[in-house]
Structure formats: C-alpha cells, structure tokens
C-alpha cells in the first residue's frame, strides 16, 4: 500500500506560479510510475503530467506543456508539479497518483490516489 498526501495548492492570479508536492509512505517510491491528474467541476478527471520511476522521461498533457513541471526525489519519496504562468483553465482539484505497472495517462493504470489539493486561479 501506497498512501499519498498533496499540498501546495491554493488561490493565485492568472499567470503566477504554484508548486504542488505529493508526499508518500507505505512503501518507496522508486519502483512507481508517479502522475497528476486534475478534475475541474462537471468534467471527467484528466491526465497532467507523469514521470518514469527513474525521473529519466517526463510526460505532459498539451494543455500544460512548456508551463508545467513534473519532478520527483526518490530519497524523499516526494513528486512535485511545478505549474508557471497559470491560467484560469488550470482551476481544479489536482491529484497526485501512482502506478506500479506501465501507462502513463490514463488514470485507470494508477493503483493508490492522494485526496487532491486545490488549484484556483483568477483572472
């Protein structure tokens, strides 16, 4: 079991910059596939950004490329998503996911969810 804990989330004007961090116990994270997710109200939760058990590789959605970073620190068991010039399309519940066999957007190859951190942004 994998349990994972989000935060960083929060209010910021349209263009700012926020820095999630996804905090994990149970096991180590370095054998997982890590991936955020976003849920914005009355639509279906959408795939962000994954990165590789070795933080080699990196995926984005298009939505977030060139804007978002995904990282992750396998001694601290930590992922983080790093979210630059922020739009108010970016404004969800984002969820830190992992996943111990292969895929990397579809939210259905993820075992063990965090309970999401809101992401407002204004305009």
């Known amino acids: 079991q994998v349990q994972l804990v989000e935060s960083g989330g929060g209010l910021v004007q349209a263009g700012g910059s926020l820095r999630l961090s996804c905090a994990a116990s149970?096991?180590?994270?370095?054998?997982?596939?890590m991936g955020w997710f976003r849920q914005a109200p009355g639509v279906e939760r959408e795939f962000v950004a994954a990165?590789?058990?070795?933080?080699?590789?990196?995926f984005y959605a298009d939505s977030v490329k060139a804007r978002f970073t995904i990282s992750r620190d396998n001694a601290k068991n930590m992922v983080y998503l790093q979210m630059n010039s922020l739009k108010p399309e970016d404004t969800a519940v984002y969820y830190c996911?992992?996943?111990?066999?292969?895929?990397?957007?579809?939210?259905?190859?993820?075992?063990?969810w965090g309970q999401g951190t809101q992401v407002t942004v204004s305009s």
């Open positions: 990165i590789t058990p070795s933080g080699g590789s990196t």
């Open positions: 149970g096991r180590p994270l370095s054998s997982y596939i």
């Open positions: 996911a992992a996943n111990y066999r292969t895929g990397y957007t579809r939210d259905g190859d993820y075992s063990y």
